[in-house]
């Protein structure tokens, strides 16, 4: 029989078993599945965007 792999939690960091029985996996409890779910509703992750390069002819000092 092979030993359940075990996974660390991305809130916490707790080991959580990778099995069916595991009920809120990766997460080990429900709280930390709805705190991460909290940080995706606020948009606190995120993907940052590539600065964009300004246009050549873009110069604030020689607008009229």
């Known amino acids: 029989m092979k030993k359940p ?3 660390t ?7 959580v078993e ?5 009920r809120f ?3 080990c409890s429900e709280r930390c599945r709805l705190i991460d ?3 995706w509703a606020t948009e ?4 940052p965007e590539p600065d964009k390069p300004e246009p050549e002819n873009a110069d604030p ?4």
């Open 18 to 22: 990778w099995t069916e029985s595991s």
């Open 61 to 64: 000092e020689n607008e009229s």
């Open 44 to 47: 606190s992750y995120r993907i």
């Open 9 to 15: 939690c991305p809130n916490c960091g707790a080991l």
């Open 5 to 7: 792999v075990k996974v």
């Open 37 to 39: 779910l909290g940080q």
């Open 25 to 27: 996996r990766p997460f």
